[in-house]
């Protein structure tokens, strides 16, 4: 992955760039492998399969989109996670329909020439470039807290988004602000969504997000040139639409109320459901138990451990991931004693105040007996 | 997700700090009431262990009408039976609802299937309007009828509904269900000391000694 | 062709998709319109999905393309049902498609590849023209 050489030639010939067919015929790739490209791709996002045609139609015509990669404060897990995914396969073709024009990591250039190649991508791309996001805009004590080549993160995000086409916010922390989000918060971390308002914005969370979600979303808008149908959280209905416990093989277990007690014991070994054990899978939206990771071998779920719910937000705070959904939040012993004492003192305070109440009632009535008795005696004499 | 968060925060913490405070109030602002001994002498033969015999005969008895009265009231103790065993399987013998109880307490039983439960839910949720239709169809169920009954249905209702739509996915996305689940059973714990639910803990203590007073008089229980 | 082959009860799901095909073969037989079942987003069990593959059958037609992977196709018992199955360079199965269609798309040659063929044609047909007259020129030479 280096800078895009291609597109300063473009700027000195003024030649529009080729398509993204003419590309794979200069390396003998038959327009084939858009069909076979687009088969998986409308397959892993649910769409009808007579679509594929049409996305493999508009993606041969489609030109090489400019990307700027932009990583704040973020633990490079999601680039691992699309760059560690790489065998030789289909996937891999995104590679090829995209100029990642900028990415710290990635990019063979340092310094001054790294912030030249995003300008410039920017200047060629005006309006066109998509930029992804990975990693939360620290906005406390003006920004201070990250910063790259002297700007702070949310100086080069305004810079950079004010011409782009779209924004991407791949993984948990730009989606939600992630884990430099999570209490007490101490940069004051905030989420893409709260600082890009005027641009179209997609959130691809995860901790990390699946490659093929990342490069499914990005071959949806190549070949469509718009926006795949988000949530109310801005993640793609395809991948983000079901939860993980809907898709689930451990599902039945759940159904017929079968469940691993702790890690260790039969049911885990039987592979049993894993509520009890603090699974988030009924609240967690994502395509893991479907797609699977390292290219289909597995999920956690299926090695044996319970769902963090790392597509949703706060998924740190949720009361601990051992912690089953149904309970309550926060340690409540102290609490109920207290709430028990209270309740006790109150209760014989009451009682008390009865029985003075009533000793008193009862000392009028013999009072008044006792009158009445003299006064009878009185009367009779 | 943050109204789940409040209703398993919060929410939920606040209404078992009142339901606790609130259940311990009335028990033991009842049971540290003084004594009302009864004046009369016992009937020949009735021993102090005979009033306490009368007092589990009285909370026994009275689950099942006097062959008098069961014409009347066949219907309302049937169905009165099939809810109350109902809300106990649905309420102890879920498998979520049990991680529950042993997150708060430790403690933890076997659970029943989950599909069992439900139907059982879904039963115990048609009983419990049944119910209301015989309290609003009975002339004279109606005219003793007050809110504290009808609020204390509601609060009762809701949770069971709430938690079908839930198990179910019906409606809304799991999550909002859940919280709205947990809402339910907020306002649950709530009511319940101070409505006509108390008599879930009172029924011990009402039906006990009246059972006991009874024996002491030498009455058919 | 043998084909014939009675559903079992016991895979309702199978029974479900082979109605589901008649209606797609019909749609193709009336209208001409075609039809495609993605087979990976069902919940099909990996049983299920022989089942149907054997249910279907195999008819004349079978093809293997080759891009970043192979690529199987063949033509079922029932002409006009096509199986595509995806796989990756891995041999791993990326997807399962069952295509009513009168020939899948990925078996036809695009008007594209076909004009970049024929420039290729054409240059290793100069370069061996080329390469002949020069061989000529050296005979002669050596005469």
């Known amino acids: ?381 | 997700m943050e109204l789940l968060e409040f209703a398993r925060g919060p929410a939920l913490q606040s209404a078992m700090v009142i339901f606790v405070a609130g259940v311990l109030w009335r028990i033991i602002g009842i049971l540290a009431l003084p004594f009302i001994s009864i004046p009369s002498r016992a009937r020949k033969g009735v021993l102090p262990e005979g009033e306490v015999k009368g007092w589990f005969e009285g909370i026994w008895r009275r689950m099942w009408p006097h062959k008098s009265f069961i014409r009347q009231a066949l219907f309302s103790t049937i169905n009165g039976h099939v809810y109350h065993i109902g809300l106990f399987v649905v309420v102890f013998l879920f498998a979520p609802h049990i991680a529950f109880i042993k997150d708060l307490t430790g403690l933890s039983w076997a659970s029943l299937p989950s599909n069992l439960v439900n139907a059982v839910g879904v039963v115990t949720a048609a009983s419990l309007i049944a119910a209301l239709i015989h309290r609003l169809t009975n002339p004279v169920q109606r005219l003793i009828s007050t809110f504290n009954d009808y609020f204390s249905w509601f609060v009762t209702l809701a949770p069971v509904l709430t938690g079908l739509l839930a198990v179910s996915h019906l409606g809304a996305r799991y999550e909002t269900l859940l919280a709205i689940h947990l809402l339910s059973i907020a306002l649950l714990l709530i009511w319940f000391p101070f409505g006509k639910l108390m008599h879930a803990f009172l029924f011990v203590v009402s039906r006990g000694a009246t059972g006991a007073r009874m024996k002491h008089r030498g009455a058919q229980i | 062709m043998n084909c014939t082959k009675e559903f079992t009860h016991n895979a309702p799901f199978v029974h479900v998709l082979m109605h589901e095909i008649t209606v797609l073969l019909g749609d193709l037989a009336l209208n001409g319109k075609e039809g495609a079942i993605d087979l990976r987003g069902l919940p099909l069990l990996d049983q299920d999905k022989k089942q149907l593959e054997d249910l279907l059958g195999r008819g004349e037609v079978s093809a293997i393309v080759n891009i970043m992977g192979e690529t199987q196709i063949w033509e079922t018992a029932y002409s006009g049902v096509w199986w595509l199955r995806h796989k990756d360079t891995g041999d791993k199965v990326i997807s399962d498609q069952v295509a009513v269609t009168i020939i899948p798309e990925i078996l036809k040659t695009h008007k594209s590849d076909v004009k970049s063929s024929l420039e290729r044609l054409r240059t290793v047909f100069k370069t061996e023209e080329k390469r002949e007259d020069g061989n000529s020129h050296d005979h002669e030479q050596l005469r």
């Open chain 1, 1 to 381: 992955m280096t800078t895009n050489s291609s597109g300063k030639k473009n700027l000195t010939t003024g030649r529009q760039p080729e398509t993204l067919s003419d590309m794979l015929q200069r390396r003998g790739v038959s327009r084939r492998a858009f069909l076979k490209y687009a088969a998986m791709t409308a397959s892993l996002m649910a769409l009808p399969p007579t679509m594929a045609n049409v996305m493999a139609a508009n993606l041969a015509r489609a030109r090489r989109q400019s990307v700027i990669w932009l990583s704040f404060q973020e633990c490079t897990g999601c680039t691992e996670s699309l760059t560690r995914s790489m065998r030789p396969t289909l996937e891999d073709l995104i590679f090829d329909f995209i100029s990642l024009d900028y990415h710290h990591t990635l990019q063979a250039v340092s310094g001054h020439a790294a912030e030249e190649a995003r300008r410039n991508a920017m200047k060629e791309n005006k309006g066109k470039y998509i930029v992804i996001v990975d990693g939360s805009v620290p906005i406390k004590d003006g920004g201070i807290y990250s910063m790259i080549a002297g700007m702070t993160n949310l100086q080069i995000l305004e810079e950079t988004v004010n011409d782009a086409f779209a924004v991407v916010a791949v993984g948990t922390c730009a989606a939600y602000g992630g884990l430099p989000h999570a209490d007490p918060n101490p940069t004051g971390a905030v989420p893409i969504s709260d600082l890009v308002k005027d641009k179209p914005l997609i959130n691809l969370p995860g901790c990390p997000p699946i490659p093929e979600v990342m490069s499914g979303t990005l071959s949806y808008v190549l070949s469509f040139g718009k926006i795949p149908e988000l949530d109310h959280l801005a993640r793609p209905l395809s991948f983000y639409g079901e939860t993980i416990h809907d898709r689930c093989y451990r599902r039945p277990f759940y159904d017929r109320g079968l469940f691993a007690k702790s890690f260790d014991d039969e049911g885990a070994r039987k592979g049993w459901c894993l509520y009890e054990l603090g699974c988030k899978g009924p609240v967690a939206y994502n395509s893991c138990a479907t797609m699977k990771w390292n290219g289909g071998v597995s999920f956690p779920i299926q090695s044996g451990h319970g769902c963090l719910g790392c597509s949703e937000p706060n998924f740190w705070d949720m009361g601990g991931f051992y912690k089953p959904l149904s309970t309550g939040l926060g340690n409540m012993g102290s609490a109920l004693a207290g709430a028990a004492v209270a309740g006790a003192a109150l209760g014989g305070g009451s009682a008390w105040l009865a029985r003075k109440h009533q000793g008193e009632y009862m000392k009028n009535l013999v009072d008044h007996e006792k009158d009445k008795a003299g006064q009878n005696s009185k009367k009779e004499n």
